[in-house]
C-alpha cells in the first residue's frame, strides 16, 4: 500500500486531523492523456486488497488496458483512524468523518499526485458504493460512470437500524470499551465475536442457511456454527473495534445531499449509471435500489438473482462475479 | 392467572423442580361431554392475557362456543421460571426445560383439573407454534386439529441463530448477568435494549421501516426510533432477563423427534393440519411452513400476505387478524 499524506486535512465536521493520511493501491499505468483511470474504494472492513479479485487480464477491470486505483478511507488503517491517529485525536477522541470527507481526500489523491481530471469509472461494494455516489454527486465533471454494487447513496432506515445495532452497540456496550479508549482490542474479543453472530443472521438471505440449500457448504465450511466462526468472527476478529465504530458511524451518516433534498441531489448525476442490487439483499434491497436508479438519468438497474444477498461483496459465488462483470463490461463500453 | 400446582415435576432433563408451578387462564365453559376444549399456548415472552384478542363471541374462539384455555409455559412466569424457582433451582441454576416439558405439563393440567380427553384445536404463534406441534406428535389421540401460526415443529437454522444471538448473547455477555446471579434486572437494562435493537432489526419485513412504506406509522409511533423504543425496548424490558434467556434455550432446543428423524415423527401426526405463515417472515419462512405442511397427511398451508411479517405475533394488523380468523373458521369447520 502506498501513502497519500493529506497534511492537515480539514474534515466536514470543523475537525483538523493533522499529518492525515490516505493509504491507496494502484493496478495498471496510467496513460499519458491521464483518461483511463478507474477508482475501486472499498467497503466497511474491507481493504483495498479486497478488490483485488475483480481486477484481471481480459477482465472489465483489465490492468493492461486501465489505471485502476484502490484508495482506503477514514477509519480503516492504513488510512487515517481511530487506531492510528496521534492525540489529541486518536481512539474515543476521532472525529466524526463522512463519506464525502473520504471523497475529498480521494479526489485530492487524483488531482494532486496522478493530475487525473476524468475517471472512466468509480465503482464500490456496499461503503463503496456510498462513496461512488458521493463522487458522482460531488464531481460530477469528472465522472464518466459510475457502478453502485449492493449499495446507495444513503442507507436505508433499516440498515441505519443496523449499523447501529450489529456493528457499534456490542462493542460500545462492552464495558471494556472505555469510551473508545480501550486498553486492548483482545478485551474486546467477545464483541467482535458477537458482531460476527448479527452480522451472520443479517448479511444472508433467507434462504441462506436453510436445511437442504446451506450454501456455507460450497464455500468449504462443516456446518453453519463453523462458518459463523470461520468466516463471520474472524472477519471481525481482524479489526481494530474503534476503527470499526468509526466506519459504522460513517456510513450511518452518509448523505450526499447533506441534509438536502436527496432526489434532487442524486437527480444531478450525469454520469453513465450502473445500480447493482442483489435478491435476498436486506441491506441495500433490490427494490430500493431500483428507486435510487429511477432518480438518475439514463441509469441501469441489474438485479443479480443470487443466494448470497449481501454476502455477495466478499465475492464468494462465481456465479454472482459473472454476473457483475458482465454488468461492468457492457457499462465500459458504453 | 389460576395456577395448577405440579407438585415435584420431573423434566426431560433429569432436574425434578419441586413445587412446580403451570398458570392457565380459562375463557367459556367446559361442556358436560368435555369435548369442547381449545387449547392456546403462548410464545416467547408472552402472557396468556396477549393472546386474549383472539377470542370473542361471533369469532373462530368463541368462548360462548368453546372452552378456551390459554396455558403458560416453563421460564414465563408465574409458571415455574428463574426468577420465581426456590433454590437449588432457581436464577441461573434454572434447569435446561424443553418444549415437551411444556406439553406434559399442560398436558396434567387438562387430564387432571379438567379431566379433558380430546381437543378440539391446539393453536399457537412463534413457540407456541412449537408447542402446538409437540402437542400434535407427543399425544395424537388426543388432539383433533391444530394450528401452527407463524410457527414451526422445530426452528429453522437461521432461528436457531436468531435466538442465541438476539435474546441470548446481549443478556449473557453483559458483566451484570453474572451466571445468571443478576443482583438486580435493572442492571441489564442496556442489554434489554440492544435485545430490542436487534429484534426489531430482523422480526419485520425488509419493506416494514422502508421510506416511503413506514408501517410504525399506522401503529400510532412518530418516527422508526420511537417504535424501537416504545414498542420493542418496551417489550424485553418488561421482562426478566433470566427468564428470556430461559425462554429462548427451550425454543433452541425445540424438537418434537427428540434427536431422532424429524419428518417420521411429524408425519405421524393426524390431527387436521393449518399451517399459516406470514410474507416476510425471517422466523419462520413461508418457503419452510410450506415444508412442514408437505410432511403432514392433509396438512393446508396458508401464506397470508403480510406488511408485518413475525411481528404478525403481536396482532397489530387488522388485515392478517381477519385472514388468520379465517383460516380458523375453515379448520373449526371440519
Redesign the interface.
Known sequence: MELFDLGDFRLRCGATLSGATLAYKVHGTLNAAKDNAILFPSFLGGAPEALEAWIGEGRPLDPSRYCIILPGHFGLPPTSSPSNTATPYGRGAFPAVTIADDVVAQHRLLTERFGIEALQLVLGWSVGGLQTYEWAVRYPAMVRRIASIAGAPKP???TR??L???TE??FT???AWRDGFYADAADLQ??AR?VG??A???LTP??????GQEMWRPLGFAS?DDF?VRFWENFWLALDPGDVVAQARKARAADPAAGGDLAEAVGRISATTAVVAFTGD?MF?P??CRLDADRIRGARFHEIDSAFGHLATFSLSAQDVKAVDHVLEELLAT
Chains 1, 2 share one sequence.
Do not use: I, M, N
Not at 206 to 211: C, G, K, L, N
Open positions: 436505508s432506515p433499516w437500524l443496523w447501529r445495532t450489529v452497540e456490542p456496550a462492552d464495558p467477545g464483541a458477537r453472530h448479527a451472520a443472521l443479517t433467507d434462504t441462506f442457511y436453510r436445511e453453519a459463523v436486506h434491497q427494490a430500493e
